[in-house]
C-alpha cells in the first residue's frame, strides 16, 4: 500500500500542486497513485480547470472592490460584471459576500468621534476592571508586592475585549488599539502608585 493510497481526490491535487510549485515536479510515487484511480491528463485538466476559476473569482473579486470604491450599488455591480466562467448565481454571491466584508472592514477602521469618546471611556472602564483583576490574581498566590509582567498579556487581552465591547470595533482601529495600550499603561501605573502609597 503506497503513501497516497489513503489520500482523497483533493488531497492528492494539493499534493500535486505543492510539489510542482516546490520541486518543480511530483513524484513518481503521486504519479503512479493517480494514474490508477483514472487518466494522470484529466487529473491536470481538473487542475488547470480549478486554476482558471481561482483566477476568475479573484478578478471578479478585484473589479467588486473597484465598484464599491467608486460607491456603486450591489445592482449596479451586478449588472456590470460578467464572465465567462462564472454563473450569473456564483457573481451574485460573490457581490453580496464581498460588498458586506469590505463595508464591514470601511467601518471597523473607520476613527470618528464616537469612537473616539467609546474607546476613551472603554480604557477607563477596562484599565479599572482588569487592575482589580490583576490585584485578586496576585493576592490569591500571594504576591502583591512582586509585579509579574505576564500577567501583561492576560490584562492586554481583557482591555482590548471590553474597550471592543464598547466601541463594537476590533484592535485594526487606531483608536481602538491606542486605546487598549493605554489602558495597559493605566494598569501599570495604578499598580505601582497602590505599592507607592501603601508603604
Known amino acids: 500500500m503506497g503513501f497516497y493510497s489513503k489520500f482523497s481526490h483533493n488531497d ?4 500535486y500542486k505543492n510539489q510542482v510549485d516546490y520541486q ?3 513524484s513518481n510515487e503521486l504519479l503512479e497513485e493517480i494514474s490508477k484511480r ?9 487542475i488547470e480547470n480549478q486554476k482558471q476559476i481561482l483566477n476568475e473569482r479573484n478578478k471578479i473579486i478585484r473589479e467588486i472592490h473597484q465598484h464599491y470604491l467608486n460607491k456603486s450599488s450591489k ?7 460578467s464572465s465567462d466562467i462564472l454563473s450569473r448565481q456564483e457573481i451574485r454571491i460573490l457581490v453580496e459576500e464581498k460588498y458586506a466584508d469590505i463595508h464591514y472592514t470601511t467601518e471597523n477602521l473607520k476613527v470618528d468621534s464616537n469612537t473616539v469618546i467609546n474607546s476613551f471611556f472603554g480604557a477607563i472602564i477596562a484599565s479599572v476592571v482588569s487592575t482589580m483583576i490583576m490585584f485578586l490574581l496576585l493576592a490569591s498566590i500571594n504576591s ?4 509579574n509582567f505576564f500577567l501583561l498579556i492576560p490584562i492586554y487581552i481583557i482591555n482590548y475585549l471590553i474597550i471592543k465591547f464598547f466601541t463594537n470595533k476590533t484592535r485594526d482601529n487606531l483608536a481602538v488599539f491606542i486605546a487598549t495600550f493605554m489602558a495597559t499603561i493605566l494598569n501599570c501605573i495604578y499598580f505601582f502608585l497602590f505599592i507607592y502609597f501603601s508603604e
Open 144 to 147: 502583591l508586592l512582586v509585579f
Open 75 to 81: 445592482e449596479e455591480a451586478l449588472s456590470l460584471l
Open 24 to 26: 518543480g515536479k511530483p
Open 38 to 46: 483514472g487518466s494522470i491528463d484529466d487529473f491536470k485538466k481538473e
Open 12 to 15: 492528492l491535487i494539493e499534493s
